[in-house]
T-cell receptor, first 113, second 110 residues
Framework: DVKVTQSSRYLVKRTGEKVFLECVQDMDHENMFWYRQDPGLGLRLIYFSYDVKMKEKGDIPEGYSVSREKKERFSLILESASTNQTSMYLC????????????FGNGTRLTVT | GQQVMQIPQYQHVQEGEDFTTYCNSSTTLSNIQWYKQRPGGHPVFLIQLVKSGEVKKQKRLTFQFGEAKKNSSLHITATQTTDVGTYFCAEGGSNYKLTFGKGTLLTVNP
C-alpha cells in the first residue's frame, strides 16, 4: 500500500513566519502534488512535480514555493505566512503519466495567526 | 484542467435510500476520477472512467461516464452509514493538473 506521510497534522504559525510543510512517499512515485482544501472551494492545486528537481505551478501558486531534491520528498514553503493561508494542506503522489490516480497524505491543518 | 461542476452540494438520506451525485462540464472531459473523503480523513481514489458511455461498478456503487464525455455520475444503492463522506469528481488532462469538483457531502441517517 502506498504511504504518503505529512510531517505535521496540525501547525500554528505567526504571520510573517517562514513555514515548511514536508511530505514523503514510499512508493517511488514520480509525481507529487500539493493541494489546499478550503470549505466551499474544494481542492485547489498549488504546485506539482513530475520528477526530481522539476516543479510546475498549479492554479494558486502565489505565496508558495516548493522543493523536490529527492524523489520521495516534496516540500511546500510559505515564504512569509499570511492569515489567508490558513487551510488544510494535502500532499499527494502518483505513478508516472498525467492521469494516474492520486494517493493522498493525511493532511496538515495550518493556522496562521 | 477544465472546470467541473458537481451537484448537489449536500445530500442527506435515510439509511437504505439511494444517492446520486453528478459531475458536469461545458466541454469534453478527457477522463474522470472519483474520490471519497470521510469526515476528518483524506481523499481516497475510487475509480477512473475514460471511455464514452463507460459504466463501472464497485459493489453498491455505480459510476457512469456520459456518451458525450461531458458528465459523469456516481450512484450508491441502498446507502449505509459507512457511505458518509464527501464525494469528489476530478478531471484529468495532459498537463498533470487534476481539477477537482467542489464535492457532494453525503450524510446518512441511521
Amino acid at each position: 500500500d502506498v504511504k504518503v506521510t505529512q510531517s505535521s497534522r496540525y501547525l500554528v504559525k505567526r504571520t510573517g513566519e517562514k513555514v515548511f510543510l514536508e511530505c514523503v512517499q514510499d512508493m517511488d512515485h514520480e509525481n507529487m502534488f500539493w493541494y489546499r482544501q478550503d470549505p466551499g472551494l474544494g481542492l485547489r492545486l498549488i504546485y506539482f512535480s513530475y520528477d526530481v528537481k522539476m516543479k510546475e505551478k498549479g492554479d494558486i501558486p502565489e505565496g508558495y514555493s516548493v522543493s523536490r531534491e529527492k524523489k520521495e520528498r516534496f516540500s511546500l514553503i510559505l515564504e512569509s505566512a499570511s492569515t489567508n493561508q490558513t487551510s488544510m494542506y494535502l500532499c499527494a503522489s502518483s505513478l508516472p503519466g498525467a492521469n494516474s490516480p492520486l494517493h493522498f497524505g493525511n493532511g496538515t491543518r495550518l493556522t496562521v495567526t | 484542467g477544465q472546470q467541473v461542476m458537481q451537484i448537489p452540494q449536500y445530500q442527506h438520506v435515510q439509511e437504505g435510500e439511494d444517492f446520486t451525485t453528478y459531475c458536469n462540464s461545458s466541454t469534453t472531459l478527457s477522463n474522470i476520477q472519483w474520490y471519497k473523503q470521510r469526515p476528518g480523513g483524506h481523499p481516497v481514489f475510487l475509480i477512473q472512467l475514460v471511455k464514452s458511455g463507460e459504466v463501472k461498478k464497485q459493489k453498491r456503487l455505480t459510476f457512469q461516464f456520459g456518451e458525450a464525455k461531458k458528465n459523469s455520475s456516481l450512484h450508491i444503492t441502498a446507502t449505509q452509514t459507512t457511505d458518509v463522506g464527501t464525494y469528489f469528481c476530478a478531471e484529468g488532462g495532459s498537463n498533470y493538473k487534476l481539477t477537482f469538483g467542489k464535492g457532494t457531502l453525503l450524510t446518512v441517517n441511521p
